[in-house]
Nanobody, 124 residues
Framework: QVQLVESGGGLVQAGGSLRLSCAASGRTLRNYAMGWFRQAPGKEREFVAA????????HYADSVKGRFTISRDNTKNTVYLQMNSLKPEDTALYYC?????????????????WGHGTQVTVSS
């Protein structure tokens, strides 16, 4: 069983930055792709970013491309999401998840384990 714990969320003004972390325990993440998703009130959970097992392949939603960067440190069993130039529409509960294999995935259905999320609120 894998436990994922997100941290780093908070309240920030538009244009600001936050760095989210996702720490795993129970199993090494080294062989698995990781993803970040977000869910705003009244909306479906949406894909934000994903990274391959090695970190060499990354994908982003169009809405965050150029502003967010996903990275990982397999020695620390941790994945990160650097968020710059934040906008009020980025406000959501952010989740990290572990894929079933090493390739980045875009659908929540292709992820096996999930954290409980960290809240990001961007004020205008």
């Amino acid at each position: 069983q894998v436990q994922l714990v997100e941290s780093g969320g908070g309240l920030v003004q538009a244009g600001g930055s936050l760095r989210l972390s996702c720490a795993a325990s129970g199993r090494t993440l080294r062989n698995y792709a990781m993803g970040w998703f977000r869910q705003a009130p009244g909306k479906e959970r949406e894909f934000v970013a994903a990274i391959s097992w090695s970190g060499g392949n990354t994908h982003y939603a169009d809405s965050v491309k150029g502003r967010f960067t996903i990275s990982r440190d397999n020695t620390k069993n941790t994945v990160y999401l650097q968020m710059n130039s934040l906008k009020p529409e980025d406000t959501a509960l952010y989740y990290c998840a572990t894929a079933y294999d090493g390739s980045p995935r875009f659908s929540p259905l292709e992820y096996a384990y999930w954290g409980h999320g960290t809240q990001v609120t961007v004020s205008s």
